[in-house]
């Protein structure tokens, strides 16, 4: 089974429009769970960082975490334009070890 | 802000020639890694590096890789024998708390091996 899978769609939306984007895990160990934003061929920009459970918000960003579930979701309200990327959503537990990426889901927001 | 540096941007290499990738962490951090991504794939984890020694590598991290702290800012990732699935783009990341996996990535090497 995959460590982390993350729907690749893409994923097509009017501006304005809300974004849900979601990764579940298979390993119930993780602890901190982690949002990246990746434009083509450049480094993944982390965008949200959850430890543990609970929602942390950060403008128009909204990140969830039910490690009951292992369950993670982006929210993205009042999509725009520049928001067109790719998100990578990425597991991990103490610093020095791996961080575990999903595939990515590919967003474009239309004007 | 502070930043991830890498150079160089890209590379072109022959294959089975060695080649070094390099990377200045953001200055305060204590903890460097390697990680790849193939073409429209994951981005993979290769390396991580702490204390001047490697604290974990991932299977693909074999005995023609190895990386180098030469000195206080300079972290290295060197390809021994360079092959064709190297091809790549390689990023540098670095964090530093302690106990959080919070990590900031360069903008890449991208490596073409021909």
């Known amino acids: 089974q995959k460590e982390v899978e993350q729907d690749p769609g893409p994923l097509s939306v009017p501006e304005g429009a809300i974004v849900s984007l979601n990764c579940t895990y298979s390993?119930?160990?993780?602890?901190?769970f982690m949002w990246y934003r990746q434009y083509s061929r450049k480094g993944p920009e982390l965008l949200m960082y959850t430890y543990s459970s609970g929602n942390k918000e950060d403008g128009r960003f909204t990140a969830q975490v039910d490690k009951s579930s292992k369950y993670i979701s982006l929210f993205i309200r009042d999509s725009q334009p520049s928001d067109s990327a790719t998100y990578l959503c990425?597991?991990?537990?103490?610093?020095?070890?791996?961080?575990?990426f999903g595939k990515g889901t590919t967003l474009s927001v239309s004007s | 802000e502070p930043e991830v540096t890498q150079t160089p941007s890209h590379q072109v290499t022959q294959m089975g020639q060695e080649v070094i990738l390099r990377c200045v962490p953001i200055s305060n951090h204590l903890y460097f890694y390697w990680y790849r991504q193939i073409l429209g794939q994951k981005v993979e984890f290769l390396v991580s590096?702490?204390?001047?020694?490697?604290?974990?590598k991932s299977e693909i991290f074999d005995d023609q890789f190895s990386v180098e702290r030469p000195d206080g800012s300079n972290f290295t990732l060197k390809i021994r024998s360079t092959k064709l699935e190297d091809s790549a783009m390689y990023f540098c990341?670095?964090?530093?708390?302690?106990?959080?996996?919070?990590?900031?990535f360069g903008q890449g090497t991208r490596l073409t091996v021909v």
């Open positions: 590096f702490y204390n001047n020694e490697i604290s974990e």
């Open positions: 990341a670095s964090s530093g708390l302690r106990d959080t996996g919070e990590a900031f």
């Open positions: 990425a597991i991990g537990n103490q610093a020095g070890t791996a961080l575990i």
């Open positions: 390993n119930s160990a993780f602890q901190y």
